[in-house]
DNA sequence: CACGGTTGTTTGTCTATCAAACAACAAGGT
DNA sequence: ACCTTGTTGTTTGATAGACAAACAACCGTG
């Protein structure tokens, strides 16, 4: 009698149950797995997604604010601290003297941060070329369109 | 000569640089706009998204054991043992000897806990509708397929 | 110049996670 | 029966990431 569809023991797989019915459920699930296979391929430059992040957002924003850098990527100002003195200590980002203002700090790449940028961003090209390989051209344009309605953009 | 495009104190929004052309980058930020409605959501009745996906995995595979409820929800089996013993103060699940395995526990909702459980069910449905209403039915089906390839599914 | 608001920083706290170790128990082989 | 190996839940320690509150230095406006 071990048929009773499922769960019973802690054998058989068990069944998602009402989660699978959810959108949201399955958009994080999808989320998770591009997420750690991208989480592993900056891995190999000794980098978080947040500290790729934090590069992307400092590369298309030369001399932004540590605030300004806090805001875009949705944590607090406290927090970007230590973000930043990881960085600067591998010296791939530099706080540099802001010009009219002596309190904040301009945020720069440094010629190596900007170089490990580069062939980073190389390597997230290929990530994602692999991760949406089963998605065609236009299914990956319905797919980016459908999410930016979501995010209300 | 304020008009080089963008980015040079830390006043004019930060422009996302490369980010926004990742797909990853688009899922991502969909991803954390519901799950923040989500848990806002979750929060009125006392109850993290762990939680109430915790209460759902346990609702449709009643007498699991702690260690595939953690394998389900892709944590570690000692990271379990605290978030059961929450819902086990609160009376919504209890931790029930297993018939042929002394090690295990069987875990249930009681009937406390299904009765949170469907009413916090409910919520999520509305939710989920609020959420997604910017999407036509089709479109929903559409993004849930797409989703599902992406996630290996 | 005085005052309120902002910036970066420090400190403390909280939550969530894993890793390693452990006792109790299960299962299989001999 | 015994021994070995693996599993289950648990405890403990460590780590990472985030927030909140407070602070000195500084800006801008009145």
Known sequence: MADTAVAEGGNGMPVP???DGLLGYR???AQVAVFA???QTMAGYELTPGQFGTLALIAANPGLSQTALGTALGI???SVVPLIDKLE???LVE???HARDRRSHALRLTDEGAALFETAR???ARHEAHIFASLAPAERETLARLLD???GV
């Open 95 to 97: 706080r540099a003297p």
């Open 149 to 151: 309605r979501v995010s």
């Open 122 to 124: 190389a390597a997230v």
């Open 89 to 91: 200590r591998r010296r």
């Open 17 to 19: 149950g009402v989660l």
């Open 37 to 39: 296979d991208f989480a």
């Open 76 to 78: 607090d100002r406290s």
């Open 27 to 29: 958009l994080r699930r």
